[in-house]
């Protein structure tokens, strides 16, 4: 049992460089998000998905895109990278938004822009 | 000023021993408060959820309290193993206007359970 799958796990950028990273879930979830960890903060969303081909934007989405093709993969694209993208991302799915059902994280992205 | 504060931001305690992790929050409407658990390079991992109507919920050693009059929670751990260093992670959801929920999390308490 997968749950939620997060590729890479560590990543080193140079400014202005794009990548993406992925996201997989196996438990036929509706709901994917997006999360940015900083020291000193909460979790801060990017983006999500209600479903696939639903997307919108969380509190940060600035430089940022994501897609849903599928329900199962939710990738989060860096545009051009920049130092303040330096943050570890989580990705999280959950059957529905409502109260009662937790989120299931995955192990996070640490992405390193130098 | 964050809408989710928890207290104390790092802690120490000796194996055996029970501890009690603070969350006070302001955000409105409130749908539900859950507890976190987030070990080093992990995700974080649900411990509870709890409604408005709920006061405490349990999950083996880890009880949750919530007052929403004062709007503080509480998560107290009984008798500490060393697998419980972690930071523990205090989210609120609130109800959005549209439908749906927004999750506001705290910046989490650091525990280190040593011998």
């Known amino acids: 049992n997968a749950g939620v799958t997060q590729t890479p796990k560590f990543q080193v950028l140079k400014t202005g460089q794009s990548m993406t990273l992925q996201c997989a879930q196996d438990?036929?979830?509706?709901?994917m998000s997006w999360y940015r960890q900083d020291p000193g903060m909460g979790l801060r969303l990017i983006h999500y998905?209600?479903?696939?081909?639903?997307?919108d934007q969380g509190e940060v989405p600035n430089g940022y895109n994501v897609s849903r093709s599928t329900t199962e993969d939710f990738p989060l694209r860096l545009l051009s990278a920049a130092p303040s993208q330096t943050s570890v991302y989580f990705c999280?799915?959950?059957?529905?938004?409502?109260?009662?059902?937790?989120?299931?994280f995955g192990s996070g992205t640490r992405l390193t822009v130098v | 000023k964050n809408q989710v504060e928890q207290s104390p931001q790092s802690l120490i305690i000796l194996e055996g021993k029970n501890c009690t992790l603070q969350?006070?929050?302001?955000?409105?409407?409130?749908?539900?408060l859950r507890w976190y658990k987030q070990d080093t390079g992990r995700g974080p991992v649900s411990l509870t959820i709890?409604?408005?109507?709920?006061n405490t919920k349990s999950n083996g050693r880890y009880t949750a309290t919530l007052d929403a009059d004062t709007k503080q929670s509480s998560l107290h751990i009984t008798a500490s193993q060393l697998s419980d260093s972690a930071s523990y992670i205090c989210?609120?959801?609130?109800?959005?206007?549209?439908?749906?929920?927004?999750?506001?999390f705290g910046t989490g308490t650091q525990l280190k359970v040593e011998l």
């Open positions: 438990m036929n979830h509706e709901y």
């Open positions: 709890m409604t408005f109507s709920e």
């Open positions: 999280a799915s959950s059957p529905y938004t409502e109260v009662g059902y937790g989120y299931t």
């Open positions: 969350c006070n929050y302001t955000v409105s409407p409130f749908s539900n």
């Open positions: 998905s209600v479903g696939a081909g639903i997307t």
């Open positions: 989210v609120v959801s609130v109800i959005l206007t549209g439908g749906g929920n927004k999750l506001t």
